[in-house]
């Protein structure tokens, strides 16, 4: 799942593949757009937007669309090296190589794979937890790539902190798996081997630095490891963490002006048909409305609070008809009958 490039002592790493923007396309790209269409459009599908945004933006970051070419920076510009970013602060390198890939085959597998543990982990968590999530892992995954690369710096071994530049997703995908299967009790079939299911990244860790040259061990590792420090974290403080909070509040921020404006267009909605002092409206109960406005049960008309006999179509108020209905009843005179309400409100628009 990887291919790596060197030129003298700089090497270029994919992530659990290798990927990039350029070449010609090997069909890899309508078998994704395929995949995603049939997660997203299938009946009752959950349809998770964060995975749906973290895989448009991986697209558009590979696929470099018009005038983003000149935008977005170049593959060198952001590849990971730890040298790079200690010395210089290069922040552009900590957080944008995890988006670059350097071939098709890199892009494919990683947003399959992003595909596939997204819906599963939003779907189950909920968008701004999953959010947070994701930011907690890529800034995790890169500070301990950090770690470990000055780590065996200091060790004698400089190849992992001066030679590699690293691009893709697969750190923050190795840590989603560690959360997927952190708490699973089913058993995966990996290459001929039946594992339980929360030791699955580490026999994929393994598998992968085996059979697939040029990938980067250290990076691999690392995601590993913040998916672990992530349930750590998760399990020592319970509750919101305040990168969910900020999260959270920054969609509702977003999100005020239409819920304002819909409120605006609801408020401003006629309920019925206005004449004279009363409406007629679509709510069938009498009962007390604005400025004490009351509103008859037989023919929904509202009327004033000055009289206990709806104008519309003369019955009495439902609220103080006991003692009328009483009188009524005595009377002989019972339920108005429909064709009775019709014929009065008829009469009271002649007049």
Known sequence: MGAGMSSGRRRFYGRAGAGGGGGRSSGMLPLLAL???LEYGRTGASRPPVTAALIAANTLVYLRPGSLDALLPSLTRVAFNPHLIIQYGDLTRFFLSAFYHLSETHFFYNMTSLLWK????????GSVEFASMVAALLGLSQGITLLLSKGLLLFGNDAAYYDQYAVGFSGVLFGMKVVLNAWSDDFVFLHGMVIPAKYAAWAELLLIQAFIPG???IVHLSGILAGLTYLWLKRSFPGPDPLSLLISGIGKVVSWP??????????????GYTASRGRVGHHPSARETGRGIWRCSACTYDNSPSTDICEMCSSVREDHAFSRRQHLQSEGNGELSVEEIRRRRLERFSR
């Open 35 to 37: 995949q995603v269409l």
């Open 215 to 217: 990938t980067s061990f």
């Open 118 to 125: 997204g819906i599963q982990l939003e779907t189950s968590m």
């Open 258 to 271: 239409v819920g304002f404006v819909q409120k605006l267009f609801r408020s401003g909605r006629p309920q």
